[in-house]
């Protein structure tokens, strides 16, 4: 699909605009400095135009690369932390959540902050953390988001209060520096002040406590917002915080989730990617917990139930995405319920005469399930969402009347920031009442 919603189109061009012009420190938008997020996507995606990939493929590869590379690293180190068995669960869950799946797709810095975050905690469990590789993939994060990986590495830091002077030895917060504050000293040098004051000052703290950014929610969003970005495993969410005091490598993985959560339900802005960083943690638990349990499989019925909604899913979102789910058409939930009742019948069968194989089933079923659903919405969003179909078909030289989101795509796939259309009719309007001259 193209390029979808308010913030790809723009991330998109801003890469280009530094693959093209070379200037990989100041971020333009529309050929005007732009200063509410740090580089690194940016530079992923200019990665992506320099190689040649295309306006769809370069800022979108570039992510989903990342994605997979993070998955190989999220296995590999947790059967360095737990064993083969708890990697093998928790990494085919995260592989197939809705949230991971979903920001694996699209190129905005929501996965990159999750993946350089996680693999800092991650980093730094087990007997021997390796402190100066978690502050170098903590560094990243900063480069990805900002601020907020940094405060959300908080529970990590005072859980092993009595390692402090390790954490803060030369070497951690050398590494630290070097990778997070280069790119943000020069862009201070080159464009003033006006550079930190935005990036950090307005864009940060900003959204926490001020409401101008218009993403304003209720306290209690990031509750279904979290339950959905781990469909269809969250019914395993109880079996996880149950079992997770019983290791002390899992507790480091519940404060960072619960403070997480907490974090981001105070702040006064909130957009459901926000919390897509606490989902690996997670999926750990959740992976964890599982493997340990005595009969797993049992524990399998409700999240392969679960997968009877999809077809639900595929029926509603692409015309939710374009009016809003409010003004979208009627929901079939009849034909929602009976897919749920059917997958809970597939469910049940795997418990109780697959068992051994279960959660290997489990997880191919729901694979398979987000295959069949993206080959149905990606095309769907593509026609009702995305400015791709609009700007193939007539090439529009003005912005007409549309959402932000498909007028900023529109502005990405012609290239350049169109004028309004409103002003273009004007002004042949006032061209055809001027005097002819010869």
């Known amino acids: 699909m193209g390029m979808y919603s308010t913030d790809e189109p723009r991330y998109a061009d801003i890469g280009r605009a530094m693959a093209q012009s070379g200037d990989w420190i100041t971020p ?7 200063f509410e997020k740090p580089a690194l996507l940016y530079w992923m995606t200019a990665a992506g135009f320099k190689a040649g ?39 085919a869950i995260l592989a197939t959540t809705a949230g991971w799946l979903a920001y694996s797709h699209v190129a905005v810095t929501d996965l990159p902050v999750s993946a350089f975050f996680s693999m800092a905690v991650l980093l730094s469990l087990g007997r021997s953390p390796n402190r100066a590789a978690t502050a170098f993939a903590l560094g990243l994060a900063v480069l990805a988001k900002g601020v907020p990986p940094v405060i959300l590495f ?6 092993d209060y009595r390692n402090w002077r390790r954490w803060f030895a030369a070497w951690p917060i050398i590494v630290f520096l070097a990778v997070a504050l280069p790119w943000h000293i020069i862009g201070t040098l080159r464009n003033g002040w006006q550079f930190p004051y935005i990036l ?10 001020s409401d101008s950014l218009q993403h304003e929610q209720h306290w209690w969003f990031y509750g279904p917002v979290f339950l959905l970005l781990l ?5 395993l969410l109880p079996l996880a915080f149950r079992s997770a005091n019983d290791d002390e490598r899992t507790r480091p993985l519940v404060a960072v989730v619960a403070f997480g959560l907490v974090f981001f339900s105070l702040s006064v802005n909130k957009l ?6 606490l989902v690996p943690a997670t999926c750990v638990l959740m992976g964890g917990a599982l493997g340990r349990t005595a009969r797993p499989e049992r524990w399998l019925i409700a999240p392969v139930a679960l997968l009877g909604a999809l077809p639900l899913a595929t029926s509603v979102l692409p015309e939710a995405a374009s009016q809003g789910l409010m003004h979208s058409g009627r929901i079939p939930w009849i034909t929602g319920a009976a897919g749920m009742a059917v997958a809970a019948g597939v469910g049940v069968a795997l418990a109780f005469w697959v068992r051994s194989r279960a959660f290997a089933v489990a997880v191919l079923l729901t694979a398979a399930g987000f295959v069949w659903v993206e080959t149905g919405i990606f095309p769907a969003l593509d ?3 995305s400015a791709r179909t609009l700007w193939s078909a007539n090439h529009p030289g003005c912005g007409p009347v549309l959402p932000r989101g498909m007028l900023w795509g529109l502005y990405y796939y012609s290239g350049k920031r169109l004028p309004d259309c409103a002003i273009v009719d004007k002004n042949a309007v006032k061209s055809d009442r001027s005097p002819q001259t010869h």
């Not at 459901?272 to 960083?277: A, E, H, M, Q």
């Open 383 to 385: 026609r009702a969402a």
């Open 272 to 277: 459901p990617g926000y919390v897509l960083p």
């Open 28 to 34: 333009r938008l529309w050929g005007e400095p732009w």
């Open 200 to 209: 950090l000052i307005q864009q940060q703290f900003g959204r926490f406590f």
């Open 231 to 235: 469909f269809p495993w969250f019914p």
């Open 154 to 159: 908080v529970p990590i830091l005072a859980l």
């Open 53 to 91: 990939l295309g306006t769809d493929l370069a800022p979108r590869l570039p992510v989903a690369l990342l994605s997979v590379a993070f998955l190989a690293f999220f296995h590999f180190r947790l059967r360095h932390i737990f064993d083969e068995r708890v990697a093998n669960y928790a990494t």
